[in-house]
């Protein structure tokens, strides 16, 4: 990611809130739908704008379907490092010249890599908005992908792998959550890349990715915020409508991932692993089952904040572990489901495993009190409507909606189904997908020999 993270969750909800909560359990807080004007350009670039809000600044937003998955066989990373390069020069921007397109007037830029998609956006005072759709259409269509941007920001994503992953002391644990729980689509191969995979490219490799994936018919502008609906249908067509697009069809993964049928081990070393750990995965659902939101309530349930299930028995309680959690980590075509638990002390790792399918069976099968389920879901309906209340938060629900969904009227069915989600659903998608299904047991602990796992 471009310096710094972007947190987002399966169903674009986060886990936590920022403003005072108000009860559910008496009535459905009704939302009005998000208005917005949708159309399709002839070059097939997809459009979104919702204006509206005030305050004088606008969001613009693209959003490309390629992501981690999209990466080719033997060179992960490479949508990772396109997220960099966009960066750089065209044929009439210089190096970094979004940053003073945007900061330099007081607002904001970033881009971040995901499983099933690689977004830019900036925020701006609304009067830039004209330039920054110019500069968006510029890096489309005419980036410079030459031989010494090819290696400067390789470099940039190797040392970003070496600070996240090898230098994290459980950097290499979460790493390790999609190369074992997934058994053979692309989502195996973490986002962020390898340093191995990386070397290995060509700038030919990198030239090509480019012109497969970044093109307008696998884009989505979306723009938002304090703006004149005609002015940004002119500007659109000026900038964006005459770029064309290669008449090669755009690759799409079509692998379904199997179903696991046996429970494995996997011990995990590392040469920097202060406390053990042990990780839990099992198979998810894609990201638009109806079980989505459901699991989204398990998962803030059983680990969001202090007072969560997993945080008040492992952590307070037992004092058998320094921190736990549970995830459900869900995408367009398959999904995994994940616990663990960072001992607090000197323990074997196998020792975790069964507090923390105690608190998921208790989760599952025992009572669920009103107040504890309206919380977390008044929590989670907060933390979304909260996100609405900026251009940028608007823009990125309407891109999650447009990746996972292909509609962007998703963001409101979101609520919907959210508000909807009942003790019985939480139990019920724990018990299909997790209690009583093959795991995989994945032990972290200290390398003694030197190695790295």
Do not use: C
């Not at 004149?228 to 000026?238: G, S, T």
């Not at 005459?242 to 996997?266: C, G």
């Amino acid at each position: 990611m471009r310096r710094r993270d972007w947190l987002r969750l399966g169903g674009a909800l986060a886990a936590s809130a920022g403003l005072p909560g108000w009860a559910l359990a008496a009535s459905t807080l009704t939302v009005a739908p998000m208005t917005l004007q949708r159309r399709t350009l002839a070059n097939g670039l997809q459009v979104l704008a919702q204006p509206g809000g005030g305050g004088g600044s606008v969001s613009v937003q693209v959003w490309y379907r390629v992501g981690g998955k999209d990466d080719p066989k033997g060179r992960s990373g490479f949508a990772h490092l396109f997220e960099h390069l966009m960066f750089k020069s065209t044929a009439h921007l210089k190096a970094e010249q979004f940053d003073r397109l945007t900061e330099d007037v007081g607002g904001e830029n970033n881009a971040f890599t995901a499983e099933d998609t690689t977004a830019y956006f900036e925020v701006v005072p609304s009067h830039h908005l004209e330039r920054l759709l110019w500069a968006e259409a510029e890096r489309m269509s005419t980036l410079n992908v030459d031989e010494a941007n090819f290696h400067s920001e390789r470099k940039v994503v190797e040392e970003e792998y070496r600070q996240r992953v090898l230098a994290n002391p459980y950097g290499r644990l979460f790493e390790a959550m999609a190369p074992n729980g997934y058994l053979e689509h692309p989502y195996k191969r973490p986002v962020i890349g390898s340093i191995e995979d990386l070397e290995a490219a060509s700038l030919d490799d990198v030239r090509a990715f480019h012109a497969t994936y970044y093109r307008p018919d696998n884009a989505v502008l979306i723009v938002t915020g304090d703006f004149d609906p005609a002015d940004l249908d002119r500007w659109v067509d000026k900038y964006f409508g005459p770029l064309t697009h290669p008449d090669t069809p755009i690759p799409r993964v079509n692998l379904a991932e199997p179903v696991r049928e046996k429970p494995a081990q996997v011990a995990l070393t590392a040469p920097n692993v202060p406390l053990p750990a042990v990780m839990l995965i099992w198979q998810g659902p894609k990201v638009t089952s109806d079980d989505n939101p459901a699991l989204q309530v398990a998962q803030a349930l059983l680990s969001a904040g202090d007072s969560s299930r997993l945080n008040q028995a492992l952590v307070y309680r037992q004092r058998v572990a320094q921190s736990a959690g549970f995830q459900a980590d869900l995408h367009t075509d398959a999904g995994l489901l994940t616990a663990y638990a960072i001992a607090s002390g000197k323990r074997q790792p196998q020792t975790l495993v069964a507090p923390l399918m105690h608190e998921i069976e208790a989760l599952a099968r025992g009572p669920i009190p009103a107040a504890e389920l309206d919380k977390i879901k008044t929590q989670l309906l907060t933390s979304a409507l909260n996100e609405r209340q900026t251009a940028l938060g608007r823009g990125q629900a309407l891109g999650w909606a447009m990746i996972q969904y292909n509609d962007p009227t998703a963001v409101d069915r979101e609520l919907q189904r959210l508000q909807a989600v009942t003790a019985d659903d939480v139990q019920r998608v724990l018990r299909q997908y997790v209690i009583g299904r093959p795991a995989v047991t994945l032990t972290y602990t200290q390398d003694t020999e030197g190695g790295q796992g």
